[in-house]
Nanobody, 123 residues
Framework: DVQLQAFGGGLVQAGGSLILSCTASGLTFPTYAIGWFRQAPGKKREVLVCIRPSDGSISYGDLGKGRFTISSDTAKNAVYLHMNNLKPEDTAVYYC????????????????WGQGTLVTVSS
């Protein structure tokens, strides 16, 4: 059973940076991808970025490029979201998510996620 735990959210001022962490267990799929999406109240889900640890390929959502980068530590089964130059509109709950069989040409199509972590950006 796949279990994901995201943490590291909090309050940050506009222009600041934050790193979110995610630890995963139960990942046995050879071509899985792991990454992040966010959802703000009243808004639709926004895919940010995912990485396939087997070959390091990274796929970005429409909003992911530029201010968001991803890194992974396969020894720790962990993935990190590095966020820079944060803006108030980045305020949202950020979720760590997995796609069991990932094909980079189709982007990040997450099919499993854990509880999110809240990021609040003040102006």
């Amino acid at each position: 059973d796949v279990q994901l735990q995201a943490f590291g959210g909090g309050l940050v001022q506009a222009g600041g940076s934050l790193i979110l962490s995610c630890t995963a267990s139960g990942l046995t799929f050879p071509t899985y991808a792991i990454g992040w999406f966010r959802q703000a109240p009243g808004k639709k889900r926004e895919v940010l970025v995912c990485i396939r640890p087997s070959d390091g390929s990274i796929s970005y959502g429409d909003l992911g490029k530029g201010r968001f980068t991803i890194s992974s530590d396969t020894a720790k089964n962990a993935v990190y979201l590095h966020m820079n130059n944060l803006k108030p509109e980045d305020t949202a709950v950020y979720y760590c998510a997995v796609e069991r069989n990932h094909y980079p040409e189709y982007g990040c199509l997450f099919d499993h996620w854990g509880q999110g972590t809240l990021v609040t950006v003040s102006s």
